[in-house]
Nanobody, 115 residues
Framework: QVQLVESGGGLVQAGGSLRLSCVVS????????MGWYRQAPGKQRELVAR??????TKYADSVKGRFTISRDNAITVYLQMNSLSPEDTGVYYC??????????WGQGTQVTVSS
């Protein structure tokens, strides 16, 4: 059983910053990648940022230069979000890909950016 616990969401004004955290626990054998996705109302879930076990990162074009994904150990991943805009509003989900097993999702944390 793998569990992901997210924290750090909230309400912020445009131009502000938030930092999301995700801690993974449970039967973790080999994490291939960790990432953040978001889903805005009426839209599909989309990749925001991802970091592999080797440290390679990938960002959505809309967040490049504003968001930074990082991790401080094998089971914690962060998303630093700067210069937030109302278009960044949505539910942010942590995702973990475990080799030969599949991926797991957190429960989601709401990020709301007011104009």
């Amino acid at each position: 059983q793998v569990q992901l616990v997210e924290s750090g969401g909230g309400l912020v004004q445009a131009g502000g910053s938030l930092r999301l955290s995700c801690v993974v626990s449970g039967s973790i054998f080999s994490i291939s990648a960790m990432g953040w996705y978001r889903q805005a109302p009426g839209k599909q879930r989309e990749l925001v940022a991802r970091i592999t076990s080797g440290g390679s990162t990938k960002y959505a074009d809309s967040v490049k230069g504003r968001f930074t994904i990082s991790r401080d150990n094998a089971i914690t991943v962060y998303l630093q979000m700067n210069s937030l805009s109302p278009e960044d509003t949505g539910v942010y989900y942590c995702n973990v890909l475990i080799a030969a097993v599949g991926d797991y999702w957190g429960q989601g944390t709401q990020v709301t950016v007011s104009s």
